[in-house]
């Protein structure tokens, strides 16, 4: 057959008539029992909520409601699985036998399908068989072999393989022998064995510990976010019972709680804990997805993180992690990722919502057949139509309502901000969020761009939301690496942004400022390496970054010159006081302030190992134990002074007569900075922030002062002398952090008087505070 003539057979014959349901017969001749109980009754049930509720239905009957929106399907059956159902996580070609029950949901009320099953309990395992068109060049891919995870589930248990996705839960033929087409061939065989399951959950059991929570409400200004994630901050862990280590009970364990609480750290802000799939190059090179930036669940707390069991158990765990962080007055906030899902591009998997209603959750290029991908992951949620709107919407909801959580951070934010091409701030996704009860409540950050065209958008989110300030990073990087052509950038950076933020009633705490993340370099990495290496990657060093602004202090990573070593000590010092001192909200990495190190990986997203975990031996060594009761030291000094903790912009205007301003900048003459000062290279800068003119006032009206702070900053390789201005900014200083002491048990009580020289160690910061 001509390749032509293929191509039009493939089309012809996989469009039109509903298909047909499946035979009793398994993948490869296994038997798959579909008669061993009696076919339970579907009643009409109701179309809200959506998803799968058990309840007490007509007559006092206790069963479950299941509703699923596939507003373009033309019949969906719902599938039961019983205890030898489970996916099996089986190689290729190997699945396993399923005892599976089809029922045919036959209500239909505004494109949800629904029906309520009698005697159908918490633990049931289901998913869904949805029937349509199979037309790829028009966008429809229904697909009725493929065994559909309900994006409403609260739990799922199973998993999509180890050692490579199984070619049977692709929709289409993924090995078909011509290139081009092979999205478009239709592929016939039962995924079930392969596919992990939704779980009923009891969600409106009662629960005495959970009921009376109470959320710390950490007001914006106060906040302290420290980014973990929950199995690499557990697993290696010695305080931890090694059963729990990599799991949520874990994270709520008193070893781990002690760490953050004696940190001084207000929030967490966790890796993604929605339920997530390992894509298939990764398990074919004997890796996982370990950050799970790869979402297929919404509702349902990723399953592997559970000690407790996946039948239901890791929401109740989940619970309790989120009770004991509270109890700690520890917020937590959920890394989430509602731009794209695990079913990638047209040659991806088809895991939910492509099989459910391909056209009605993605956006699809012009010719419906591939993806519009503004993510770079393949796919794009399509948040403009209403019901991808109500998925995300009622995902969050739900985390907040009824999981706990106070907060998110938005991966890739600007994609969902995207009308219908272009970023826009008056979208249905930003304006919903804005009037929405419960969601305008709780923390909102934004990762302000995407990689579409017109999708770097720092400081143009609205009010209520805060963002990540990678202009923060980039400049205190280059700072102190020495690449700074001058120092507006920085100036701006370290007093809040307000060049970026200080609009529409936005505060200083609208900058979530971080010099590292989960991608990137670590802290200790930044000043040991300055090139990527990503090699136990598998991609020959092409992923992650090439854009680091690091410095190596002189040699390529792990070195044994104890000058390099101090020096390397001493930059981390001078970043973390930077970040720690700064306005806005401060965002830690779990890790940094041991001094933990990937080897020079840039991008560990797929590191479930040493590489990623947090090193607690570090905690044993001088020099990582330094640094931790520095960080220590400077968050306790940052809860103490509310000057440093503002909650609206400067003015740097003369705030009396005698001319002192709430912040003023020197040079190391001790003279005031002029515009050409700005303009000009410096590797000394000097702010001043004065406690006398806080605006505002406390909860009882008294309006706020506190200490004034002189902070100098020296990034040369060579001391330099520093006159401290005199009156009227200070009769005389207090040293309190100098970073170029190992041991800051030695800065405190030196005092200064205004007017005096003194010198400043080469690359290094002072903190000083005004004596009255």
């Known amino acids: 057959m001509s390749s032509a003539a293929e191509q039009e057979t493939a089309r012809e014959g996989l469009r039109g008539e509903l298909p047909r349901p499946l035979p009793a017969a398994g993948v490869n001749g296994r038997h798959r029992d579909r008669a061993t109980r009696a076919t339970p009754t579907v009643w009409p049930g109701t179309p809200t909520p959506l998803g799968a509720r058990f309840r007490v239905g007509p007559d006092g009957v206790a069963g479950t409601n299941f509703a699923l929106w596939a507003g373009g399907a033309e019949a969906v059956e719902l599938c039961l699985f019983d205890d030898a159902g489970g996916a099996d996580g089986a190689d290729h070609g190997e699945g396993r036998a399923v005892t599976e029950t089809r029922l045919p949901l036959t209500e239909l009320t505004h494109e949800i399908w629904h029906g309520f099953v009698p005697d159908v309990r918490p633990g049931q395992r289901y998913g869904y068989r949805v029937y349509g068109r199979w037309d790829p060049w028009t966008g429809a891919r229904w697909n009725p072999a493929k065994l559909l995870l309900d994006p409403y589930a609260r739990a799922v248990d199973g998993d999509y393989g180890t050692h490579g996705l199984p070619p049977e839960v692709y929709g289409h033929v993924r090995d078909w022998p011509q290139r081009g087409v092979a999205d478009t061939v239709r592929d016939d065989r039962d995924s079930a064995p392969y596919v992990p399951k939704g779980v009923v959950v009891h969600d409106d059991a009662p629960d005495d510990e959970w009921m009376d929570d109470r959320r710390p409400k950490t007001p914006w200004a106060d906040s302290v976010i420290y980014e973990l ?56 090179r004997g890796l996982r997805n370990y950050w799970g930036y790869n979402s297929i669940g919404y509702f349902a707390p990723h399953a592997a993180y559970s000690a407790s069991g996946t039948t239901g158990q890791q929401v109740a765990e989940f619970k309790r992690m989120v009770r004991a962080l509270h109890d700690a007055g520890i917020e937590v906030i959920l890394d989430v990722v509602y731009n794209h899902t695990a079913e990638a591009g047209e040659l991806g998997p088809t895991l939910s919502l492509r099989g459910i209603d391909n056209r009605g959750y993605y956006r699809l290029r012009s010719d419906a057949r591939t993806y519009a991908d503004y993510t770079g992951c393949g796919n794009t949620l399509h948040v403009v139509q209403p019901h991808v709107l109500r998925l995300i919407t009622d995902s969050l909801r739900y985390w907040v309502s009824e999981m706990g959580v106070d907060g998110f951070r938005f991966d890739l934010a600007a994609a969902l901000a995207r009308s219908m091409h272009d970023v826009d701030m008056l979208s249905p996704f930003l304006a919903v969020i804005a009037q929405d009860p419960v969601l305008r409540r709780v923390k909102l950050i934004a990762e302000p761009w995407d990689v579409g065209n017109g999708g770097y958008q720092v400081g143009s989110f609205p009010p209520l939301w805060t963002e990540w300030n990678d202009r923060y990073r980039d400049a205190v990087r280059d700072f102190w690496r020495g690449a700074l052509p001058d120092v507006r950038d ?166 009396a007569a005698d001319g002192l301003r709430d912040l003023a900048w020197f040079t190391s003459d001790g003279t005031e900075m002029t515009e050409r000062d700005w303009y000009a290279p410096a590797a000394t800068v000097a702010l001043y922030l004065s406690g006398r003119d806080i605006p505002g006032r406390d909860a009882r009206g008294v309006e706020v002062t506190d200490d004034s702070f002189l902070t100098v900053l020296h990034s040369a390789d060579r001391p330099t002398d520093f006159r401290l201005p005199g009156p009227p900014w200070a009769q005389a200083y207090e040293l309190v952090v100098d970073t170029s002491l190992e041991d800051q048990d030695e800065a405190p009580g030196t005092v200064f008087t205004g007017g005096e020289t003194v010198t400043v160690a080469a690359r290094s910061v002072l903190l000083l505070r005004v004596r009255t």
């Not at 305080?239 to 709680?257: C, D, N, S, V």
């Not at 020079?600 to 040493?610: H, K, T």
Request: hydrophobic share 35%.
């Open 490 to 655: 920085l100036g701006y950076r370290l007093s809040g942004s307000s060049d970026l933020y200080a609009w529409g009633g936005r505060r200083p705490y609208a900058s979530i400022n971080f010099i590292t993340a989960h991608d990137g370099f670590t802290l200790r990495d930044l000043v040991s390496y300055e090139h990527k290496h990503n090699e136990a990657n598998g991609e020959d060093n092409r992923d992650g970054t090439n854009d680091n602004r690091s410095w190596n202090c002189g040699a390529e990573g792990e070195s044994d010159d104890p000058r390099i070593n101090a020096l390397r000590r001493r930059q981390l010092r001078n970043l973390l006081t930077t970040l720690l001192l700064s306005t806005g909200v401060p965002m830690l990495v779990a890790g940094d302030e041991m001094g933990r190190t990937q080897g020079g990986s840039n991008n560990a997203y797929c590191q479930d190992n040493e590489i990623s975990w947090v090193d607690w031996s570090l905690r044993e060594q001088a020099g990582p134990r330094g640094l931790l009761e520095l960080t220590t030291r400077l968050l306790a000094l940052r809860n103490t002074h509310p000057v440093l903790r503002r909650r609206a912009f400067f003015s740097g205007r003369a705030q």
């Open 229 to 284: 994630h929950v199995r690499g901050f557990t697993k290696l862990h010695p305080g931890i019972p090694e059963e729990l280590r990599g799991t949520y009970a874990g994270l709520a364990h008193p070893a781990a709680i002690e760490h953050l609480v004696g940190l001084g750290v207000t929030a967490v802000e966790l890796l993604p804990v929605h339920q997530y799939a390992h894509e298939d190059h990764l398990l074919r």
